[in-house]
Every structure is written in C-alpha cells, then in structure tokens.
C-alpha cells in the first residue's frame, strides 16, 4: 500500500464525496474517506475503504484526522479534495449572524483550517495536489441562497490567492465548479431550513412554500442535472494531469455562466438569474 497514490477526501457520507473515494478506490488510490458523523464512518468502512471522523468545525476533530492519515502514510500525503459542505436555503435579510456564521464555519473555515495543516506536508515532500469542491454558485449569486453563495465566492476568493501564494512550490491548485449534481444537497439543506428560517414571519413567506417544495421533491429539479461521475471524471484528471486546470466547470450550466458572466453586464445577467428564479419559485 505504500506504492498507492494517497488521497484524503472530506465530506463523503453520500454524492460526490461517497462517489469519488469510492472511484478512486477502484482506480487503485489509497483513500481516506471522512464523514462528520460515526454512522456514516461505518458505512464508509463496510464499503472497503479507510475511513474516519472529520467534523470541519472542530478543530481538535481536524487535527485528529489529519494525524491519523500521517500515521498511516509515513507523514506523506499525495492529494486533499475539500469536499465537505452544505447548503443552507433563506433570503439574506432573514440570515441570523450565528446562522450565516455556521454556514462559513464548514464551507470556508473548516476547509480552510484542513487545508492549511496539508500545506507544510507537501512543502515538505516536494509535492502535491490540492482540489477543492466549489460551485457554480461561486462565481453567479441565484436568489434565496445568500449564505451559499457567500460561502462559495469567499472560497474561491481565498484559493484563488493561495494559488498565487505557492506558485513556486509543486503543489498544484485546482477548482471543481459543479452545477446541479444528483445528491442529498437539498435534502440536507432542507433540515438547516427547517433549523434556522422562520418562514411563517418572513415577508418571504409565499417564495418559501415553493422553496420547501422544491427542496422535498425526490426528482431532479434543475435541468442537466448529472450524476456525481461527472465531478469524479474532472477530479481525476486534476489528481493525474502533468498541467492540471485551474477550474473546471461541471454539468452546462456551469459552463453555461462561465460564459455569461464574462460577456453580459451585470444588469443583464441579473435578468437571466431572477428568470431562473422566478421558475423555480412558480
């Protein structure tokens, strides 16, 4: 096992993280599967992979499993894929501060943190890949997501100037911007709804009966909605490419606003979002 390419992957309890160590697996990487919670370790374990705890948002939980991995590894480690995040829905005006900081604390602090006990390790060792799982909805903002999409632009913010920062290492930096993607995003996003919007005081309160309908229907909600194999397909090249891309963009809408938010104003491109969202909310 100490020939294996070694890959710690946070957040894989279901979709794209589930999808991708187990991809991976098979692909003949060494994976360290994580999930927040115990239950989910277990199911992790039952499949055949190394797995673990790795709550972001505890920092003793963070170090625990990152000395854990160097345990195993001989203090080597080849690859980190950010994975772990959550969405959570509401109108900005009706974010509390401890609610939006919750969002931040997983989406950007926690991978933050992660992130930074990784770097030294692969200064150390003269290399290393570093991916992280970002969205469409960090680079365009849609309606009633606010806390998200902050999330997700900060993130990109802050790999975009730690790309600059290592440019002389051989660690390579990499961006994953999906769309829509099969997973338990909006059933988890749902139960931080229910948690932490009061939508019955809201002046919100009729878009927010068809968010709770959108957010509870089992089917695909977005057009081109892919399966995580397509998030599993770019990750791969950016873990074995010689000259790996900076983003990569998955499924067309993604592709789609790369384009638009190059060549359209503000102004018209905040038509094309409030269009989509009035359709959603419909």
Do not use: W
Request: hydrophobic share 40%.
């Amino acid at each position: 096992m100490k020939n294996k390419k070694t890959v710690l992957i946070s957040g894989c309890s279901s979709g794209i993280g589930l999808k991708c160590a187990l991809g991976l697996h098979e692909k003949g990487y060494r994976v360290f599967a994580t999930a927040r919670q115990q239950k989910d370790v277990d199911s992790l374990q039952a499949q055949g992979l190394e797995s673990f705890r790795l709550d972001l948002d505890q920092s003793d939980s963070i170090n625990h499993a990152v000395d854990k991995v160097l345990s195993r590894t001989d203090g080597t480690l080849h690859a980190l894929f950010n994975n772990a995040a959550y969405g959570q829905p509401g109108a900005v005006e009706d974010l509390t501060r401890d609610v939006l900081r919750a969002q931040f604390e997983t989406n950007l602090f926690g991978t933050l943190e992660l992130t930074n006990r990784i770097i030294p390790i692969m200064r150390q060792q003269g290399y290393g890949r570093i991916i992280f799982n970002s969205s469409l909805l960090g680079y365009v903002a849609l309606a009633y997501r606010g806390a998200y999409n902050a999330s997700k632009f900060a993130l990109e913010g802050l790999v975009d100037t730690l790309r600059l920062e290592i440019k002389n290492s051989d660690i390579f930096i990499s961006l994953i911007e999906p769309g829509p993607i099969t997973s338990q995003f909006r059933a988890n996003g749902f139960k931080k709804y229910q948690e932490n919007i009061d939508s019955e005081s809201s002046v919100h309160h009729a878009i927010y009966k068809a968010i709770e309908k959108r957010l509870t229907n089992p089917g695909p909600v977005a057009p081109f909605t892919l399966p995580p194999d397509a998030v599993l397909k770019k990750l791969i090249h950016a873990l074995e490419s010689p000259r790996p891309k900076l983003r990569y963009p998955v499924t067309f809408p993604a592709y789609l606003f790369a384009t638009l938010r190059r060549l359209l104003t503000t102004r018209a491109l905040d038509k094309v979002l409030l269009k989509i969202s009035s359709g959603e909310h419909k």
